[in-house]
Each structure stands twice: as C-alpha cells, then as structure tokens.
C-alpha cells in the first residue's frame, strides 16, 4: 500500500471513512465535488484549513483504491 500521509480513518468520524487530514470532509465529498465542477481553489475557499497537496492526494488515494478492486457499472 501506498504511503498517504493525509488520508487519514478514524471510526469516531464518518464511521471511518478516509478523510483528509482528520478534518470533517472526507475524501468521496471532495472528489464529488470536483466532479461536479468545483475548481480546487473553490474548495480551498470553504476548507481554509485544505491544501493544494491535500487534493493531490485525495486525487491519489481515489486512484489507488480504484485499483485494488474493479466493480461493474449498472447500464
């Protein structure tokens, strides 16, 4: 495994989803909504706590679980 030293999991937050750097957004919340059209410097307008790096890797870190396992897609 790769080593992500901001994606962090703790059970007392979002039942241990990745989050990013222990703060309350977690990585699937960031990567939607970049996906929907948010520029990271929109993120990091309402996240003044979140880096340029912290996206990077949450980017990383969704890439990478990707490859650890393949799902179909529902047509």
């Given at each position: 495994?790769p ?27 960031l ?15 309402d ?7 912290d ?21």
């Amino acid at each position: 495994m790769p080593l992500f030293s901001r994606i962090t999991h703790d059970p007392r937050l979002f039942g241990g989803k990745a989050t990013i750097r222990g703060m309350r957004l977690t990585v699937a919340a960031l990567l939607r909504r970049l996906a929907h059209g948010e520029r990271p410097e929109d993120l990091l307008r309402d996240y003044p706590e979140l880096t340029l790096e912290d996206i990077r890797e949450a980017l990383a870190y969704a890439a990478w679980r990707l490859e650890e396992e393949e799902h179909a897609l529902s047509p």
